[in-house]
């Protein structure tokens, strides 16, 4: 399951998605807006998503996932519009049938997510706001 | 030939809208693109760095735009 | 938290409790019954805990995961008593301010809870039964 | 002195009970009382691991017993 959504993510769902039959791990990432972003303090966020090509890039990283571990099901919810601090901005499920594969192909999604799907990230601070990552 | 452009994130703050109509000469490249724009548009020259898709898959600089393509400007992408 | 129930685990309450303020990530790790050992067909599962002893060196794994890695929260919670397949074994749910270090404390809190913490599984089969790695 | 061992997994399967009562010598380590149970029940002689845990911590092999430990054998684990 790939969605990218405008409402709360609910995290209950994402993790039942991912379960199944032959899985005796499921591993779990939220990725959640934090209230600092170095010394700023962040007041809420607001996510852009480009969501036909978002969508299909999130689906060839589950792919590489699928092709390097033996992934049975992957989930990944990722949030679009304004967040507040606190709230999930991406929730990733995996499961496998054994541990250690189920952290790695969990870990490889978000990293590689972070590197090519088209979101981006606006920080809004007292006083201003920044698309994070656009400058050096 | 006159060529669509949208813009996210940042680069929709650049060119101060989502759609922007371009003129280009026939058989214009991604790279013929990216010099343009930042030739006009000085500010993508700022930035970590700017690609281009095309029809909702990253493009290489030797593609050769089409009016008939959908072409999307991607700044440093920032999700998670 | 650290909890050994014979309830079904709440995976929702155990993430909510390794929520914090300043993380931008939590782990959860959710270890469920599979229906195949190698070869063999298992029917279900019998997990007995030595519970003080136990809830002591789960402690101590997280109290090490806290002196390796910015861990805010760490829970974890391990069911005993009688489990079908399908259902969760354990959920350890770690929170960090940036991601990797939730994959890693994550990972090592439920690796070395397998190897320390005294907290036993019998699979059950078609006509018999057998103590997880009792015998080498 | 009379030593009540605690068991659980299949340590309690071999001694038949949750508790056993135990004769040993005063001063008696770990390692004299999993030579007796190696002895006096050899199905603990093919276990991966047999470990004792003296008041709720894992004990060296040297450590002396007392009848005032809780005194609990830990067969190979397998939690998670």
Same mark, same amino acid.
């Given at each position: 399951?790939i969605?990218?959504t405008?409402?709360p993510?609910?995290i209950? %769902?994402a ?6 039959e032959?899985?005796g $791990?499921?591993n779990v990432f939220?990725?959640t807006v /934090?209230?600092k972003?170095? %010394?700023?303090? !962040?007041l ?17 990283i589950v792919?590489? $996932?699928k $092709? ?6 992957a989930v990944v919810?990722? /949030?679009?519009g304004?967040?507040?601090i606190?709230?999930?901005a !991406?929730?990733i ?5 054994h541990r250690?594969?189920?952290?790695q192909?969990c870990?490889f999604?978000?990293?590689t997510?972070?590197q090519? !799907?088209?979101?981006?990230k606006?920080e809004?601070?007292?006083?201003g706001e920044?698309? !994070?990552s656009?400058?050096? | 030939?006159?060529?669509t452009i949208?813009?996210?994130g940042?680069a929709?703050d650049i060119l101060?809208?989502?759609k922007t ?5 026939? &058989? ?6 990216l010099?343009?724009?930042n030739k006009e548009?000085?500010a993508f020259?700022?930035l970590? @760095?700017?690609?281009?898709a095309l029809n909702?898959?990253?493009a ?6 089409s =009016?008939?393509?959908?072409?999307v400007?991607v700044? =440093?992408? @920032?999700g &998670?």
């Open positions: 399951m969605k990218l405008d409402q993510i609910n209950n %769902e993790i039942e998605a991912a379960q199944a032959g899985a $791990a499921v939220i990725g /934090r209230n972003t170095q %010394e700023k303090q !962040v809420s966020l607001d996510f852009e998503a480009y969501d036909p090509m978002a969508e299909k890039e999130i689906q060839k792919d590489q $996932a $092709a390097k571990w033996p992934v049975i099901k919810v990722h /949030r679009k304004h967040l507040e606190g709230e999930a !991406v929730v499920a995996v499961s496998t049938p250690k594969a189920s952290f192909a870990e999604i978000i990293d997510l972070k090519t !799907v088209p979101i981006w606006k809004i601070f007292e006083g920044e698309w !994070v656009a400058h050096p | 030939m006159e060529l949208q813009a996210f940042i929709k101060g809208d989502r109509m371009l003129s280009m000469n026939d &058989g214009a490249t991604v790279a013929d693109l010099a343009l724009l548009y000085p020259q700022k970590t @760095s700017l690609a281009v909702e898959e990253y290489e600089k030797e593609a050769v735009l =009016p008939a393509d959908t072409i400007l700044p =440093p992408v @920032s &998670g």
